[in-house]
């Protein structure tokens, strides 16, 4: 299965990492490495990290307060939501076990940023059960995905390009 340590370090990249809530580019309220407080709420961070989260002050500004987490507890939630997505992504594309390590943490990567959106890159998924990694790489880049996680192709390098260079050669990302 994934390296985790690789995902780790790979959601960090494209999802950042913050201490504190904030709105991202769909203005949902998000907090640690792209965990969507705005869907979730605090209930699994609670259970993952087995203490009560009070956030003090809640305002109009900040729905959410001012909690204090450490970059453990980011590393901590971010393992429990790889493996619950990880979960989902089997059930729903049962050939992600026959991927490469590399290509499954492209899938993790996109399910983690979408959700059950990723479905949807029904192309892509098609391209990917063919083995056609041309295809499905260009495919990555047909999408309003690819301009929300960057600028697509040309320009500074993004989340795009680096997961649709992984799903074409199957070898990892280089910074």
């Not at 076990?97 to 590399?102: F, G, I, N, P, W």
Request: overall charge neutral; charged content about 25%.
């Amino acid at each position: 299965m994934v390296n985790v340590s690789r995902m780790l370090s790979q959601l960090v990249l494209h999802e950042g990492l913050r201490l504190q809530p904030y709105l991202d580019t769909e203005d949902n309220w998000t907090v640690l490495v792209g965990y969507n407080l705005s869907a979730r709420g605090w209930d699994d961070i609670e259970r993952t990290l087995g203490r009560k989260i009070a956030p003090p002050a809640c305002t109009q500004e900040e729905p959410f307060g001012n909690p204090h987490f450490t970059n453990d507890d980011a590393m901590k939630v971010l393992r429990a939501d790889i493996e619950r997505v990880q979960s989902a992504v089997l059930v729903y594309f049962p050939e992600y076990a026959a991927l490469s390590e590399v290509r499954q943490r492209v899938a993790l990567d996109m399910a983690f940023n979408m959700g059950f959106r990723a479905l949807g890159f029904k192309q892509t998924i098609a391209a990917v059960k063919r083995r056609d990694w041309s295809t499905a790489s260009r495919e990555l880049y047909k999408s309003k995905w690819a301009r929300q996680v960057g600028d697509g192709p040309g320009g500074r390098v993004d989340r795009c390009d680096r997961l649709s260079r992984m799903l074409l050669t199957g070898d990892d990302y280089t910074l």
